[in-house]
Each structure stands twice: as C-alpha cells, then as structure tokens.
C-alpha cells in the first residue's frame, strides 16, 4: 500500500455551510493556516435557509458585505396575522412591525443561502488573499486524537490525526428526488437518512484519493448529521414530533392580498401556512401538511412529498382565496423537532458549531443565524489562541456560552412551533386550540429573542461580571487561572451591558464631522478594543484624567506591547466638536503616528449634532456620564468584556481583566 501523503494545519474545518463560512473567515481575516473540506461537489444555489436577523447584519457589517447582503434582499418590515372569523371565514386580525422599533440599524431581510455563502466566499478569498479554498467533494473518514496531548496547546503539538477522502463530482452530487425537475432540499432534509457513510464507502471502492492531515484544533460544522459529532460519540438531545412541513419557493398567482408581507395564516381546521415574501418576486410557502403522517418507524414517506401535494395543501389552508404558480423554485418538507447537544467541544480540541449542535424548525428563521453566531464565537477564539495571542483556557468559553444560546433557542422553537402547528382556538372553552392571542403575544414576545439581540453571555474570564463563573451548569470552570478576578462597574455604563454586544447610535468623527453608527467602527479584525469615553474633555480636571489614563496605558509593561496590534483604542468624547482639535486635545495613543501614513484620523469621535443626519445623544443613550466618561472593553466579537472609570484605578482594572485573557 503506498504511504498516503501528509500535512499539517494549525484549524482543520469540516463543513462549508453557514457555519463552516463564518469560521473560515475568522481564520482568513486573522491569518490562520487552516483548510475547509465539504463533501459537496459545489456550493447551494437555491433554497435551503433565507432570514437574515438584526444581529447577523451586524456581523456582516463588521466584516464589511452586509451592504450587498441589505442591497439584493427582500425587507421584512411588517408580519400580518390571518385566522377564521366568527364565521369561520379567513380574515385578517393583526398587523404587527416584524422587528421592534429601535432595536439595531438594521431589520430582518430575507435572501437564500446560496448568496450568503457566496459574499462569504468573496470575503475568505480576498482576506486570505486566494490561499484559503474550500476543497469540495472532500470528507474525512477517520478521525484520531492522543488524548495525552491535547492539553499542550504548544504550536508545534498537533494532536488531531484525519484521514481525508476525495471523491468525484458525481459521486459527490446529491441524488434528487425521482423525475423531479425541480431543485429539491429533500437530501439535506431530516426526513432522510444521511448519504456521509455511503460517500466514503464509495470514495474507498472507487479508489479515490486520500491524505492524512495533522491538527492543532478541528472544527465539525457538518450540519444536523455531522460526522463529527458521531466520532466524539456526541449525542442530539430532543424529541421529533409528527408535524410535517413542506416548503415551496415560488413566483405566486393569487389574490391574497398580504402576499408581499410576512404572515402567519391559521386555517380552521386544514392547518396553518407562513407567507415569507423574498427577492426576486419569490415567496417562500411553509406549509403544514396535515395529510401526511409518519410511519411505525416515525418517518414520513418521502415520495409523497411534491410540489404539487405542496401546493394543494396550500389551496386548502388559503381558501377561499385562490393560490397557483407557473414557477417553481425549489422544495423540500421536514418533521419538526429540537434537539441540543450534550457537548460542544472535546477537550477544547474539537469543536461543533451549527446544526451539529442544534436542530428545530426552520420557521423562525434562526437556524442559519444562530449557526454563524456560534462560529462567530469561536473563531476569534481559535485564532489568538493559535497565534499564542490568548491563554488556551478562553477555548472553554465556547461552549460555557453558546450551549446556553442553543437551549434558548429550542426553548423559543418548540413554543413558537406548537403554537404554529396548532388549530385555532374556536372560543375561550376551546382547550385544544391555540388562542391567537396568544400566538400573536410569543411573537411579539419572542422578536427579541429573534432579532439575536437578547444574547447575554455569562460571566467568565471573557466577561467580568459579578457572580461566579465556575457555576456553567455544565460545570465547565470558565475563570481565569493566572489572575484574580476583576468585576466591571456597570453602573458607569448602564445600557453598554456586560455579556451584551456593544449598542450603537450614532456620533461624529472628530476630524471631518461625518455621522457614523459607533459600532461600525468596531470592525472583525480579531482585536480586542478598549472604547475611550473620554466625557468633557475641555474641563481642565477631565483633561487630566484622560492623560493619567492613557499615560498609564502606555508605560504598562503589561499593556503597551499589545496597544494597536492585538488591543485598538477607540475614543468618544462629549464636549462641543468644535471647541476641541484633535491633535491639541487627545494623547498621541489615542490617534497614533505612522510615520508613512501620517496621523490616524479615524479613531476619535464625538457625541455631537450632526449636519445632515439628527443628533445620536450617544453618551445618553449608552447611559455614560458626559463629564467623567468611563472605559468599555469589547471582545473581538463586539460583546462587552469589562466597564471602569476613566482614571488610574480604571486602568488597574483594564490591565487586570487582559492580565485574566491574554497569554
Ligand atoms: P449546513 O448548512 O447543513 O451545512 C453543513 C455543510 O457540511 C454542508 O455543506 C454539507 O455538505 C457539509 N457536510 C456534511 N457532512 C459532511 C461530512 N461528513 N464531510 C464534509 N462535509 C460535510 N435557517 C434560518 O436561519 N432561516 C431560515 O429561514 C431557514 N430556513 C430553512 C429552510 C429549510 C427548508 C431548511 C432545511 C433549513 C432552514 N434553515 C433556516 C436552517 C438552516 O438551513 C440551517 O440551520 C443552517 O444551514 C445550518 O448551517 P450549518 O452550516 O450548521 O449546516
């Protein structure tokens, strides 16, 4: 037999999904040696996930293409209720806004997966400058760990040993659904069984190539069947239940009139149906397809699920309005049920992101979000820590904080989902209905949850907040194990909260007056930030305290080798722009030199009126005081690690919570 060649890469990724994109590109942004496999021969084009929430626009937005996601796709603004009258007739009941006034810069959009990986594959290519590619029709078939070496995070141990397979294009294209022309998700579907085992096995009889590949850390975002989590002996907690659903992505003919809103529509007793209108005069149908039920073995029969069975479930839901199509898109049908993972990493060697971790209905639009996010997560993690940036401890974070997220999630699912699923309540007597009340009260109620705003992470060495961070329910201890812990003082800041990603309104830079949402400045480079509200800066006393600060910030033998490269600085100050300059006003730390690119103008801003565009009342807003300021930590994620005040005893803190975090 000959030897198979071999390699080594610092972050081996299993999946090129949502989640398996979102991590490449932390790995592309930080340049990370790092390789992404999926055993698909090309990427999606249609269908699959399309809601894109607040926070995930947000996350783009940092990385730099959330304006061509926001340009090509439909806006969700407003969500409609339809449910039976008193004469059982189908009517409208309620118009509600689709996300909360107030709550980000941006709102819910609808686009399909296909294009998000697609602006994330622009993204890794171009940060990676072309080094990083996802390698299709490639999957592991074997995985090893010594497990005596993964607590040596040292750059040269790599304790993860893959055995990779390549297959052929064809081998490696999902089979669709029989004399079907259209392009259905039914293989990627839970209503059947995984094709992972049957790809390697063809792969071997074939002769395929294979390669062993050495890590340092591996990362499984092989969605809902992952292959990954079946090595680590990892297990989906959850139950399936026997709903059904179909989902249809057509170019609709009706005269239902809200078919350019999201809806929510309750038949009296053929089921229910959500209208998601989406780019390209497409409308996204989920619809309960009460007709089909699972078998003995708890599986629905999957050669009855068509366009057109779709559809006609549909007709029934909808009545008395008429609903066809010309133009079919792509289908698929799914079961519902949420299930969680019992681990999300293996000796902080391994990890799980995404789907692998989680999987509930698709209706509430979380699934691609919540997948990206948990990738969002890790991924800086995974690079300091790599680079020897961070202590490794900060990789058990990850799971301390996302597990609890994904509990969430099922939690908000299976009550949004059954109250979905179930008929409507035909008076106050009727127990077994669903009250549409109610329904409209989870919505309104989970919309918060749904925007991806509500995440609070808990305390740990990333998050300095009173309480413990050993009790993870998991017990996981996620302190620090160098330095005694430090607590912010939220009281300084009371809406940038501790554990929550950093609020945004708007300001001005100081330099040249132009309005800016403040969080756009805190970009997805991997660094940390230290934000400077440096409060009223033309007060002799003020002037002071900021200099102590900031001298202190730059003799630190701790800090000042870190200052730019791993930690930014960014500065909001609250005088009048006008009475203040730049140079004259601010240490040098805080705008530094380049001796080739000049002075950096991009740094300081100010809570003030702007010409054109309104006044943010930033230091309001983020509850500062606007004559003593305060200091805010942000991790590279934009969620807030640390709050002190702007003095000596402020940078104590400061240097105490990177003492906690940095290697
Ligand atoms: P996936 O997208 O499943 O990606 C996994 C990747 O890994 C795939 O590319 C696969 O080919 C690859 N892979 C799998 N096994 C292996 C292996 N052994 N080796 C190598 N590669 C492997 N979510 C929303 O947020 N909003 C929605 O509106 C929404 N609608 C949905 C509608 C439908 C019909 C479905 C089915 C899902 C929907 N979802 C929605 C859910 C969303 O698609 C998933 O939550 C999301 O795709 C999860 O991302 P992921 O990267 O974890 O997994």
């Not at 179909?246 to 209208?275: E, K, Y």
């Not at 609890?404 to 109250?419: C, M, T, V």
């Not at 992470?457 to 961070?469: C, N, Q």
Request: charge should be negative; include cysteine; proline fraction near 4%.
């Amino acid at each position: 037999v000959p030897e198979l060649k071999e390699s080594n890469c610092d972050v081996l990724i299993i999946g090129a999904g949502p989640a398996g994109m979102m991590m490449a590109a932390w790995m592309a942004r930080m340049g990370i040696n790092a390789r992404i496999v999926d055993k698909r021969s090309t990427k999606i084009f249609s269908g699959q996930a399309d809601g894109l929430q607040c926070r995930s626009l947000e996350i783009f937005d940092s990385f730099g293409f959330a304006d061509r996601a926001w340009k090509e796709a439909n806006h969700m603004i407003e969500m409609c209720m339809w449910n039976p009258g008193e004469d059982g007739v189908l009517r409208r009941s309620d118009r509600v806004p689709d996300v909360p006034e107030g709550l980000s810069r941006f709102t819910q959009i609808v686009l399909h997966q296909g294009r998000i990986e697609r602006f994330f594959l622009d993204h890794i290519k171009k940060h990676s400058k072309d080094t990083l590619r996802v390698e299709r029709a490639v999957l592991p078939e074997s995985l090893e760990i010594d497990e005596g070496k993964c607590d040596d995070h040292s750059a040269d141990n790599y304790p993860i040993k893959v055995q990779l397979r390549h297959l052929t294009d064809e081998e490696a294209a999902p089979a669709q659904a029989n004399g079907q022309t259209v392009s259905d998700g039914l293989f990627r579907s839970n209503l059947v069984d995984d094709d992972t085992d049957d790809l390697i096995q063809k792969g071997r009889e074939n002769k395929g190539g294979a390669e062993i590949v050495r890590a340092r850390y591996m990362v499984g975002c092989d969605g809902a069947h992952s292959w990954t989590r079946r090595q680590l002996g990892f297990q989906l907690e959850g139950e399936p239940t026997d709903f059904i659903w179909g989902v249809l992505d057509i170019v609709p003919i009706t005269d239902f009139p809200d078919i350019r809103n999201r809806c929510a529509v309750h038949s009296a007793s053929s089921g229910s149906l959500m209208v998601i209108p989406r780019e390209e005069k497409l409308v996204r149908l989920y619809i309960q397809l009460t007709e089909i039920k699972p078998d003995a073995s708890g599986r629905a029969d999957r050669s009855k699920i068509t366009p057109e069975t779709i559809i006609k479930a549909a007709q029934k839901i909808i009545a008395p309005y008429s609903l066809t199509y010309e133009y079919c898109d792509w289908f698929t049908a799914y079961q519902i049920g949420q299930r969680v993972g019992t681990n999300f990493d293996h000796k902080t060697r391994v990890f799980l992101t995404g789907d692998a971790v989680h999987t509930h209905s698709p209706k509430a639009g979380q699934g691609m979000n919540v997948s990206m996010q948990d990738s969002f997560n890790l991924g800086w993690k995974l690079g300091l820590v790599v680079k020897g940036i961070a202590q490794p401890s900060i990789l058990k974070t990850y799971q301390s904080e996302r597990r609890r997220i994904a509990q969430d999630l099922i939690d908000f699912d299976h009550k949004f989902s059954r109250l979905f699923s179930g008929r409507p309540a035909k008076d106050v007597m009727d127990e077994e209905g669903v009250s549409m009340e109610a329904f409209k009260q989870a919505f309104v109620n989970g919309n918060m949850f749904a925007s991806g705003l509500s995440v609070d992470y808990g305390t740990s060495m990333l998050v300095a907040k009173p309480g413990s961070s050993t009790d993870q329910g998991d017990g996981t201890d996620v302190s620090s194990t160098h330095h005694q812990k430090v607590v912010g003082r939220q009281e300084l800041a009371t809406n940038i909260k501790l554990g929550m990603r950093f609020p945004s309104f708007k300001v001005l830079n100081q330099s040249d007056a132009r309005p800016w949402h403040f969080q756009e400045k805190l970009r997805s480079d991997g660094r940390f930030r230290i934000v400077v509200f440096a409060g009223n800066v033309v007060n002799p006393q003020q002037q002071s305290r900021l200099k102590v600060f900031c001298q202190h910030l730059t003799s630190s033998g701790f800090l000042a080798p870190h200052l730019h490269k791993h930690i930014a600085l960014l500065t909001c100050h609250a005088a009048k722009r006008t009475e203040v300059e730049l140079l004259r006003d601010f240490p040098d730390v805080l705008h530094p030199f380049d001796s080739k690119l000049g002075w950096d103008y991009d740094s300081v801003y100010v809570d003030d009126v702007s010409y054109h565009e309104g006044y943010g009342d930033a230091y309001k807003n983020y509850g500062v005081d606007k004559e003593s300021g305060c200091v805010v930590v942000t991790r590279p994620d934009q969620y807030v690690g640390y709050v002190d005040s702007l003095d000596e005893e402020g940078f104590v803190g400061v240097e105490g919570y990177f003492k906690g975090v940095l290697a």
